[in-house]
């Protein structure tokens, strides 16, 4: 079973939110990815989390806020977010062990628009 | 830096026949791994093969195989007996195994399979 469950499927928010996006998996893995992706082009990294500590952030901007609770569960936190984020949110996960290729599975994603 | 090249944006092919998407690579690392991803109108981001590098043995998933040419540092897809499923955004992608977590990907591919 290689599933990464992602919620919403959709979100539209105004400015002056705070909204979350959530992804799951129970595939006992224990490195997790947010992205951002564009529409026709290639999902851009955000945040790394491995063993439930952040190892990456790709420079992104504060009103992004990661958390990850457990080993199984990413969220992203948003808020005051602007138009031009708007954009397809994509979870990945992935086994993060020596012998493992570190092999990338993605969820969904949550396709954002912000108003 | 690893970078990913995928020069042809666009293809088009008829069903049932074969085509060959294109990938070339840049790296200095030796052992690294090489992905193509499958991303459909639905926008899920589905793995459809897979590469170790240190492996002369190309990769094959039912009809899908690659040609890796580690020298050359290609690595392109064929699909065989294109089906209208098929039709979608493809990205070749890039890790090493040193544990840098990054996925980098090329811009994409826009596939078509005609009936």
């Known amino acids: 079973d290689t599933e990464v469950t992602q919620t919403p499927k959709h979100l539209v928010m105004g400015m002056t939110n705070k909204k979350s996006l959530k992804c799951e998996q129970h595939?006992?893995?224990?490195?997790m990815y947010w992205y951002k992706q564009k529409a026709k082009k290639p999902p851009e990294l955000m945040f790394v989390?491995?063993?439930?500590?952040?190892?990456i952030n790709e420079s992104v901007p504060s009103r992004f806020s990661p958390e990850c609770p457990n080993s199984s569960l990413l969220n992203l936190h948003l808020h005051a977010l602007q138009p031009e984020d708007s954009a397809l949110y994509l979870c990945?996960?992935?086994?993060?062990?020596?012998?493992?290729?570190?092999?990338?599975?993605f969820g969904p994603g949550t396709r954002l628009t912000v108003l | 830096a690893q970078t990913v090249t995928q020069s042809q944006p666009e293809m088009s092919v008829q069903e049932a026949e074969t085509v060959t998407l294109s990938c070339t690579y840049d790296t200095s690392e030796s052992n690294y791994y090489l992905f193509w991803y499958k991303q459909p109108p639905s926008r899920q981001m589905i793995l459809v093969i897979r590469q170790e590098a240190y492996k002369q043995q190309n990769a094959t998933e039912n009809r899908f195989s690659v040609n890796f040419q580690k020298a050359a540092k290609s690595f392109s897809l064929k699909i065989s007996d294109s089906q209208l499923g098929d039709t979608a955004m493809y990205f070749c992608a890039f890790t090493d195994r040193g544990g840098s977590e990054k996925l980098v990907f090329g811009k994409g591919m826009k596939l078509t399979v005609n009936p």
């Open positions: 990945a996960s992935s086994q993060k062990t020596s012998a493992s290729s570190d092999t990338q599975y």
């Open positions: 595939m006992g893995h224990r490195a």
């Open positions: 989390y491995s063993y439930e500590k952040l190892s």
